[in-house]
């Protein structure tokens, strides 16, 4: 079993800076990749991509601590979001699982 906690949401005006992070635990288990999506009221859920982002998001993966973290900077409205820590994990067996945060709420106000 797999946890990911995240931290670091909350409410910040239009063009300031937020950071998540996320740090996985648990016994027996390798990560094959972590990532962030997010899910905006209404809509699907969708990979957070810095390369789409415009240059304002950084993503930084750390291999050794398990964690991932969101830089994001000259945020607008419209990332306003849960974001929501992803990874994909294999066990002892070499099975392969995906595991999901609780989500942390994003509020960009104008």
């Known amino acids: 079993q797999v946890q990911l906690v995240e931290s670091g949401g909350g409410l910040v005006q239009a063009g300031g800076s937020l950071t998540l992070s996320c740090a996985a635990s648990g016994s027996r288990f390798s990560i094959n990749t972590m990532s962030w999506y997010r899910q905006a009221p209404g809509k699907q859920r969708e990979l957070v991509a810095a390369?789409?982002?415009?240059?304002r998001f950084t993503i930084y993966r750390d291999s050794v601590k398990n964690t991932v973290s969101l830089q994001m900077n000259s945020l607008k409205p419209e990332d306003t979001a849960v974001y929501y820590c992803?990874?994909?994990?294999?066990?002892?067996?070499?099975?392969?699982?995906?595991?999901w945060g609780q989500g942390t709420q994003v509020t960009v106000s104008s």
């Open positions: 992803h990874a994909l994990v294999s066990d002892y067996k070499g099975l392969r699982y995906v595991y």
């Open positions: 390369a789409s982002s415009g240059g």
